[in-house]
């Protein structure tokens, strides 16, 4: 036995489970196919967006209030800045899903927050242009992630902790082992009681019985000039989340006091292999970027400064795939966290440390179980 658990994938959520596991005492070897805190798929974009009132779902705040927990201690560990408060804006109308969510949540679990009616908020956050009808939702507890330093804060973290981590080295296969599983990377075999796989977009493509499961989608994000920076510093401008009809985008403030984040979370098509996964900005690309700004965002200049492609996996429901994937509990699948993974990857990597040490998990994850679609489909 090579160790207790085998992490494949040490981006958003593998990171943090071999952060967890380590802090808890398991012997851990990670597994990553590029370099740590690399910006290739879900984890990279430079900033993701932090909130506590959940427009996907109630039952994630529990989730949301132990993952900010859980950033701090990272935070204090590491001696990295890596959440950066500064409220957090859900902008749309009353009687959508999404805003329904946001506002039910903050009920059922007393979060502090402001709603804020179309004069109320044109003078307390004039940089957004509001249709009629739409509001904002204040969330105080809410502001911006650093991923990359976030990853490798964690990674680096767990290797003071006694992990292992074998980095630009590709796991080509799994096997079931007798009483565990056997991972074979750059030829050489590894034997494991455990093993979790949290490899995002390559998800469907390790394991081809998933694939069905997770469509890998192509994101684009741009960074634009303020007419006045001043207006888009952190303490005045707080990261967003808006849904105006069909344009669902998000941003974030200045953090480097030049340029100022934003991206739609729709998708920029289907990508079949994340290995060919083309990062070149698309006319088309820009054009949806640009329209947005143009529209929403008055006081900056439509034309992106630069723009980047990533992308991540998606399921049919959005909602993550979390959970063991064989009846002996030696495979844990972290995977298809559709584009709003990063914000709770603590907590995620906390789950998984349950589940692998305990079986089970006091957070609520039934809606995320990886056989749902298998029992839909029977």
Known sequence: MDAEVGVIGLGTVGSMTLWQL????????????????????????????????????????PLMLESYRLWRELEEESGNKLLHLTGGLMIGNTGTPFMDNVLKSIERFGLDHEVLDQEQAKKRFPQHHLLQGEIMVLDTLAG??????????????????????????RVERIEPSGTGVKVIANGKTYQFGKVVISTGPWTGAFLPEYKPQIAVKRLAMGWFAAKDIRKFQSDRFPVYIR?????????????????VKAAFYINYGIID???????????????????????????LYPDPVRASVYMDGFTPD?????????DEKHIILLGGFSGHGFKMATGIGKIASDLIMEGKTSFEVDHLSPKRFHKMNA
């Not at 990853?151 to 630009?168: D, I, N, R, T």
Request: aromatic share 8%.
């Open 243 to 259: 849904e105006s009809g069909e344009d669902k985008f998000y941003g974030t403030p200045t953090f480097e006091g030049s340029m």
């Open 318 to 326: 959005e909602h993550a795939l979390v959970g063991a994937i064989d």
């Open 273 to 299: 292999n994340p290995d060919g996964l083309n990062r070149t900005i698309m006319p088309d690309d820009i054009q949806l970027l640009r329209n947005a700004v143009q529209k929403y965002l008055p006081d």
């Open 144 to 169: 911006g992630l650093r991923p990359e330093l976030a990853v490798v804060s964690a990674v680096k973290q767990a290797e003071k902790l006694g992990a292992a981590v074998h980095s630009h080295s």
């Open 22 to 61: 380590s802090r808890q005492g398991v012997s851990a070897v990670g597994f990553e196919q590029f370099g740590i805190g690399h910006d290739y798929s879900a984890a990279g974009g430079e900033s993701r967006i932090f909130r506590t009132a959940y427009g996907e779902g109630l039952e994630y705040v």
